[in-house]
């Protein structure tokens, strides 16, 4: 099925098809890995769409193919991570910019403005953005870029991306959402006036912890001209091999975010009524402060949730982190497998504490990367940790 036929389709049929052309050359269903720095030209000018590996590859073309389909965008650009592609972002700014960021975000995402980019120039202002007032008040002449995550990492806050789309493009700023928890399967953000779409695909696109790779989806050719300009210039590309295991790992995205979504629901629900737990942070929660905006923008709620215990000491929640048997203690999210962290020490530690603690990112936080085993399993495990 060729590429522009897809538009009216499930999205089941745009995983499984997107960016996937026969080869031309043998008919393999599957797009070769295209293993090659560089490409014969047969006069000086005269190639076939290929020159030089970091400026293009047809495996990465496949893949980027594949990307804007499934985030109902016209173009897409593969980077080497996730953090790659928002330093790429970031570059589309000069000193004296500034940008407003979610207070309650990814760690290496913080890292990056504030020890890397603010050094040369650029200001950063973080707000609760579950609040559009918030940022609406925080907007001046100098605002260039609006950078939010929904649902956040890791307190799972959901900020209204139509409602911030509206006030971006009334103060004429680009509006870049970090789409990495929700996954293409529920979120849309471009299609709710979002100008940039940016996904860790080390996590759900890939699917399967076996991979490093970033990802920005657009509609505006400028954007895209300007960033796909740095992509090539800065070279952060990923390689072909990498780009082969995202496109595979795409193709099984919604059977395995259904798996996700309906293991979240049963382990949020486990925990909310554990007698030991004292806080559960799922956007699924009816109670939850968003879950109107969440169910308005989401098909479903994921596989990612916090949660906190009533005996608040550090000691507490490191037994927990220390006692499972399933839920594999490591940094990243969205594989196969189940994952517990400690944000406060691993994928959050870059930011201070007392911004942390100020956020609601408590020292004794516990995430949860629901996989996709046996509900009963995961519950159980969680379980015999707690105690």
């Not at 720095?37 to 594949?66: D, F, I």
């Not at 040369?120 to 605002?143: E, H, L, M, Q, R």
């Not at 193709?251 to 629900?269: P, S």
């Not at 962290?341 to 629901?370: C, F, Q, V, W, Y």
């Amino acid at each position: 099925m060729s590429n522009t036929s897809l538009e009216n389709t499930g999205l089941a049929t745009k995983m499984i098809h997107a960016g996937a052309e026969p080869d031309p050359s043998t008919g393999a269903i599957m797009t070769p890995i295209f293993q090659t720095s560089t490409y014969v030209q047969s006069s000086p000018g005269q190639h076939k769409g290929y020159e030089y590996a970091r400026s293009q590859n047809p495996t990465r073309a496949a893949l980027e193919s594949a990307l804007a389909i499934i985030e109902n965008g016209k173009y897409a650009l593969a980077f080497s991570s996730g953090v790659a592609a928002t330093d790429a972002v970031i570059k589309l700014l000069s000193p004296g910019d500034e940008v407003i960021a979610a207070s309650d975000m990814y760690g290496g995402t913080y890292r990056l403005f504030i020890k890397v980019f603010e050094k040369f120039g650029i200001s950063f202002k973080f707000v609760d953005t579950t609040d559009p007032a918030n940022v609406s008040a925080a907007i001046t002449s100098k605002t260039k870029l609006i950078w939010i995550e929904t649902p956040t990492n890791p307190l799972m806050n959901i900020t209204d991306i139509a409602a911030i789309a509206t006030i971006s493009k009334q103060a004429g700023t680009i509006l870049c959402v970090d789409n990495t928890f929700a996954s293409p399967y529920l979120q849309n953000p471009l299609d709710l006036g979002a100008d940039i779409v940016m996904h860790s695909s080390t996590k759900y696109l890939g699917g399967h912890s076996d991979v490093i790779q970033g990802a920005l989806i657009m509609n505006d050719s400028l954007l895209k001209d300007q960033l796909y300009f740095i992509q090539k210039s800065c070279g952060a590309v990923p390689g072909p091999f990498d780009c082969f295991l995202v496109l595979r790992g795409i193709k099984t995205l919604h059977v395995r975010m259904k798996a996700h979504c309906e293991n979240g629901v049963i382990v949020a629900h486990y925990l909310r009524n554990h007698p030991k737990v004292d806080k559960v942070f799922w956007c699924g929660f009816e109670d939850h402060i968003n879950h109107e905006i969440a169910k308005k923008q989401m098909r479903g709620f994921g596989g990612m949730l916090s949660f906190t215990l009533k005996d608040e000491s550090i000691e507490a929640a490191t037994k927990v982190l220390s006692s499972t048997k399933l839920f594999s203690l490591a940094e990243s999210l969205g594989g196969v497998e189940s994952l517990i962290n400690h944000p406060a020490s691993m994928t959050h530690a870059s930011i201070p504490r007392e911004e942390r603690i100020k956020n609601g990112l408590t020292d004794g936080l516990i995430r949860l990367s629901i996989g996709i085993e046996d509900a009963a399993d995961l519950v159980a495990d969680l379980g015999q940790a707690i105690g």
